[in-house]
């Protein structure tokens, strides 16, 4: 618990304020994240009476995740993992960027049980061995981004039906080089973001690669995104902007 709580002293770490571990029962008190999950924004935005997610914040989103987990990966000697990222456990900041739930749980969980609920972020090679590693986070990762890309779940919940193996649904959409029909159509009324998508969703397949030791690690992850966002800043006008723009 000690590591866990060292960890969470990062921006994008909600941080854990309280904790109660026992041999019956183990508890966490977070912080409290008023603007609610990624799954709760991205799916549930219409529901709930809210405007979708935007290119820029989903990018900003994705960056601070990336950021959040990279520091995970960083402590205790670059041995630590995340082990259950899925959008449920990605949170918005006030200013929204993305900040990582639930770290270092895993050896607390029964990761049989566990697995068996977050099937769809998890690797291959983790769904096989039963086991978690870095690698593994940075595919779970690389799902979560073709989330924020596409605005489809890769699980079952409940009143959300919307839900596809999404790594393999996106190599078949881009090898019949239909590309363009991967993105969330909220996406889609935001001009000369779609370079930048593209990029991103490149980010995201390298790291669904089914092979391990060719994925990135989370540190190049943060890299690549944030080269995206340099050139977006220099190269395009803000999505607020361009969402005034009227489509037919």
């Not at 109660?20 to 409290?32: A, F, G, N, R």
């Not at 259950?84 to 050896?107: A, C, H, M, R, Y």
């Not at 393999?168 to 909220?186: G, H, I, K, Q, Y």
Request: aromatic share 8%; net charge negative.
């Amino acid at each position: 618990m000690e590591l866990v709580g060292r960890v969470g002293r990062h921006p994008n770490v909600v941080p854990i304020r309280a904790y109660y571990y026992s041999k019956d029962e183990k508890l966490l008190v977070y912080e409290y994240m008023a603007e609610g999950s990624l799954f709760a924004r991205l799916h549930g935005a219409k529901s709930a009476g809210r405007a979708p997610l935007d290119w820029d914040t989903r990018l900003k989103v994705a960056l601070g995740a990336a950021k959040g987990i990279a520091h995970v990966h960083s402590e205790s000697g670059a041995k630590c993992l995340h082990g259950n990222i899925k959008s449920t456990n990605i949170f918005l900041t006030q200013d929204n960027e993305g900040s990582v739930s639930d770290f270092g749980l895993t050896p607390l969980m029964n990761f049989t049980a566990a697995i068996s609920r977050t099937i769809g972020y998890h690797s291959p090679e983790a769904i096989e061995s039963r086991k978690v590693t870095q690698k593994s986070d940075v595919y779970s990762f690389g799902v979560l981004l073709l989330e924020i890309l596409t605005g489809k779940a890769p699980l079952q919940y409940t009143g959300y039906d919307d839900a596809v193996d999404l790594p393999r649904w996106v190599r078949s959409v881009v090898r019949e080089e239909w590309t363009a029909e991967v993105f969330d159509v909220e996406l889609l009324r935001f001009q000369n973001a779609e370079e930048e998508m593209v990029q991103m969703l490149q980010i995201g397949l390298a790291c669904v690669s089914k092979v391990p030791d060719t994925r990135p690690n989370m540190e190049e992850v943060v890299r690549m995104i944030e080269e995206i966002r340099g050139s977006e800043a220099k190269d395009r006008p803000s999505s607020e902007a361009e969402s005034n723009v009227q489509t037919p």
